[in-house]
Every structure is written in C-alpha cells, then in structure tokens.
C-alpha cells in the first residue's frame, strides 16, 4: 500500500492512498521522529513488524510517517521462515520489504539464529557436518534472496543465558561443541552475503554488570579471531528502572574501541507508571544519541500490538487507537533537540 499526499486536520492527519481510500491517525502536532532523525542522518526504527499488520492502514501510516527503518518481529525466524526441509515462506517477509522499499525504509534483517523456532527438521540433525551445512544453506537462501533490500542482519541473538552467567544450552552450542558456533554463524553469514553488515544482538547488557562483562569478554574474543562482526545490537528492553547513567556510553566507547557500531534493536519501556515510561524514553534517547548511536529502533510502536511480561504494561509510543503517548514527546524532543558534535 503506497501513501501519498497528507493532509493535517485539527486532531487527525489523513492520507489519500493509492487505491484512492483515504486513511486519518491522530496528529501528534508535531514534525515526525523521521524528520527529525534524516536531518541528522540517524536511523529511527521500529522492529516487531507483523508484515500481516501492514493490512491495518493506520499501522502503514504511522510506521511509514514516523520512521525510517523496520524489522520483523518472528517472521524471519527459522521456523517461521522455513519450517520444514526444502520451503521456505517468502511471501511473508517480501511483503515487509516491499513495503520498506516503497516507503523508502532500511530493513534490519532479525532472526538468523535466536534463541527460539529453531524447527524439527534442524534439531533432529545429529551430525555435525550435516548441522553445519543445513546452516550454510538457511544462510545462503535468505541472504541472496534479499541481497541488496536488507544490508544488515542480527546474525546470532541473545547467545548469553538472560541472566548471565554462561551461554544458552541452545542446539548450536551443543553441535559445535560451544560457543564457537556464535563466530562460525558469522563467518557463514559473511560468505553468505559479504556486502552485508552483521550485528551481535543481546538482552539485559544495559542492567546487569557481570553480564556486561561476560559480554565484552564474548565480543572481544570474537574481533581477536577475526570474526567478521561489524556491529553490536543492544536489545534495551527496559523493566521499570532506566539503565544506570554513563552505561550506554561506556558500552559505546568499549565497542567503538573495538572498531565495532553500537546500534539499539529493541528499545521499549516495561512499567505501569507512564510518567516514569516517558523519562525513561527521554533519559536513553538523550545517552544514546550523545554517545554517538545512530541507528536506534523500538520493539515496535503501537500498544495495539506489544509484547510484554509485565502484566499490564503498555511499552511503546503510541497507544491502541495511535494516539502519541508520552514516551513518543519525550523521544521527539530528545532528537529535535539533538545537536551533532562537529
Ligand atoms: C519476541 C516476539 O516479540 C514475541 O512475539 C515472541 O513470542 C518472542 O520473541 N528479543 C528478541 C526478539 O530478539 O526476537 C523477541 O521477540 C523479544 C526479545
């Protein structure tokens, strides 16, 4: 669905569609978090995109008007995506990425390897050389088909135990023998499309210390062999208290050292207090842009479709009805204000 020219009522935008309807959304009064963020050359993203969601007209509207890159939110997981030997489900993630490409968006490619929907067919696998080539192909087949539409992916995610304290038992660690298979998914990614940018995604880095520094000794580990990573996508999925002040920046600067792009994949805000949500927005958008990230993203942006494991929280933007929350002003002030050191 391609939108075209918008027209500003007293409370609502409306926008004449291609199919000649017309589609109205809350104002929010304001330029648009995407203004804002081109003219500082920063991408403002928001991930969990249901590409069925793209049927909702108001959905398309607010994503395409506000942002300028997406990802999905299960789709390109593998068992979503391939659920069984020999098919794939192309449909689904096509038309995500048509829809980016009419709408001028970036697609951030999520879900190589989580730490869910791995199908039967891949965990019934019990040799290694056979494991490792069914890798090889999964990788090949999703990257060449989007080869030049989505130029970076969250290789591996969420490798670490939630908590810390170790490395998820998933079935690659097992297969490999360890954590090796997190620096082989990248070398097989890179072969795979050696264009594209690969990032390292994790959970929960932000909050707890050790698992911090179990992390930065994991990255490190990984740019000592030459592991072609270019990036690290910190989750920043945010449970009632804000990251301690100076964190994101020391992350920044750690990473930067290392030659590696901070980006933030998941950014959302857990709590039943709103006034403290709309800080919270505030306090990581004005770190994170002042440390010199330049590619942030929401796990999405309207309540009608959240994801959250605090009963009753409603973590994003917008609310249901795409009325612009709190979080969404305090996010847009941030980078409006936002000035780029020289
Ligand atoms: C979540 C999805 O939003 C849910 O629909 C699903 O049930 C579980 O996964 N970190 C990630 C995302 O990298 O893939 C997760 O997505 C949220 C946490």
């Not at 992390?215 to 996508?233: E, K, T, W």
Request: with cysteine; glycine share 6%.
């Amino acid at each position: 669905m391609k939108l075209s020219t918008s027209v500003t009522l007293a409370s609502a935008v409306c926008v004449a569609l291609a199919t000649s309807d017309t589609v109205c959304v809350p104002s929010t009064g304001t330029s648009s978090l995407r203004d804002e963020a081109e003219r500082k050359d920063i991408l403002i993203g928001s991930g969990a995109i249901n590409p069925a969601y793209l049927e909702d007209a108001q959905f398309a509207a607010v994503l395409s008007e506000q942002f300028n890159s997406l990802s999905p939110e299960n789709e390109l997981k593998w068992s979503f995506i391939n659920p069984t030997k020999g098919f794939c489900n192309w449909t689904i993630i096509d038309r995500l990425v048509d829809f980016a490409d009419e709408h001028d968006m970036v697609v951030k490619g999520h879900g190589l390897i989580s730490s869910c929907c791995d199908p039967d067919f891949v965990l019934d696998i019990t040799d290694f050389d056979m494991f490792r080539q069914t890798m090889v192909e999964h990788f090949e087949a999703i990257m060449h088909r989007y080869h030049g539409k989505v130029d970076r992916w969250d290789v591996v995610s969420e490798a670490l135990l939630d908590m810390g304290g170790g490395f998820k038992n998933t079935t690659y660690y097992h297969m490999f023998g360890g954590s090796r298979y997190v620096g082989e998914a990248f070398r097989i990614a890179h072969s795979a499309d050696p264009t594209a940018r690969l990032f390292l995604n994790e959970n929960l880095v932000e909050t707890i210390p050790e698992k911090r520094q179990e992390f930065y000794d994991l990255v490190s580990g990984l740019v000592r062999d030459n592991v072609p990573l270019h990036g690290i996508a910190l989750q920043m999925h945010i449970t009632e208290i804000a990251p301690v002040p100076g964190t994101i920046k020391e992350m920044v600067d750690f990473f930067t050292n290392l030659g590696l792009e901070t980006t933030i994949a998941e950014l959302d805000v857990h709590t039943l207090n709103a006034t403290l949500q709309t800080e919270i927005y505030g306090a990581v958008m004005e770190e994170a842009l002042a440390a010199g990230i330049t590619d942030i993203s929401f796990w999405g942006f309207t309540d009608k479709h959240l994801y959250t494991w605090l009963p009753g929280a409603k973590p994003l933007m917008f609310d249901e009805e795409y009325n612009p929350k709190g979080a969404f002003y305090s996010t847009h002030k941030v980078l409006a204000e936002f000035v780029q050191q020289a």
